[in-house]
């Protein structure tokens, strides 16, 4: 049985553990607010640049681009972005076995599994065609990491080396929830119903300074490195949510822990002091006798 | 009297929506072109340059130094899709000279690959354009 010394020490090591868990909360709330402000940074920008191209390109004929043509090729990249760092609760590991799921789903592709991040890649590494693994200057990757990334996958797309690209992350939906999601990026695909839809919407046609297939060649490029970037932002913003709400559990976790080991604690202290009183009472009496 | 709504919008953040504005003076590839009340529905390439969004009567008229991208006007709505943008006020002239100087003496070494040699000149063209508006808007606040 523990002694009073003992459970001191317990104590004394539990609110240190307490102490960093609640750092780590806070850290992570502070990082999760800059990360959703990030997201709803960016969002106008993707919104209105995916509106631009289903509205040209529905307003233009047989047009062609590298990043929209469907090729036959059985080789396929998937892009799994996750964390460099643990505790943060089941984040990397409901990636993990969704990633798994759809390896073993899409067999008859060949996938090469590239990686942001290391904790999924040392959870599935056994199991997968592995890889580059990219690594950024900070945590947060910048929209020009994040764009260098995404051009060399679409330079091997382009250059028929793979044809599919899929990109697996957590998406953010609040600090205690996210939907572990992969998503095809490449070849990007225009809904052909939606254009018909938006053709009979826009009775005019645009003017075009150059031609609309010069704009299109920018913007379908743009459009899928904003893709990525937001792919990678989501997946950030769920990963501090996820650890902000793991540290919030342990911090709990540890206040209850202090709380029995204090009560436990007394209680062994107070039987100890019984003890000693009985000890010097019956001394004294049998003195008396 | 302001006509057009405009959004200026960078892949990382948004510089403003909604601006009021009475005419635009926006840096396309083939020259500045000025967007009046009732201009035709284009959608047109930009090329580095300082967008100039004018305000009718108390609204401010607010500058962007602007690198690439796209300009669509639909109706009254003007959405400036731009890859790098900086507000006039944003602007630091020294970090831009400090710039300037950094891409010059790359320009000036001659082991620099056809793709550096590009990255390096547009360097130096924004580095230029940011010196210029920044000195603009020191000008514009000297005269207050």
Redo the contacts between chains.
Sequence with gaps: MASVKDLKKKIKTTKSTLKITTAMKLVSAAKLSKAQQ?IV??R???E??DS?IRT?SALVQNYQNNLLKENENKHAVLLVVSSDRGLCGSYNSQLAKKVRFFLAEMKDLDFKVYFIGKKVRELVKKDVSEGKTYKFAKTEP??LESKAVADELSTLFAAGEFGKVFVAYNVFKSAMNFIPTIKQVLPIALDKTFQEKLKSEIP???????S?K??LD??IP?SY??TV?TCILDALAAEHGSRMSAMDSASKNCKTAIRSLTIEMNKLRQEDITTALIEVVSGAESLNA | MNYFMV?V??????LG?NIPAESLFVP???GEINILPEH??????LDTGMLSIMGAEDDPDRHFSIT?G?C?V?GKKI?I?S?VSEEQHEISQERAERALAFAQEKLDTMTLTPDEFVKYTRKIERAHLRIQIAKEFAAANNKH
């Design positions: 990030a940074s960016t106008p920008y993707a209105e640049l631009t040209v910048s929209y005019f046609d645009f003017k075009y300074d150059p609309p010069e704009i920018v913007l743009e490195r904003s970037y | 959004d919008l960078t892949p990382y953040r948004v929506r396309t590839i083939r035709t529905h284009i959608i047109a390439k690439t796209i669509k639909l959405t899709l890859n």
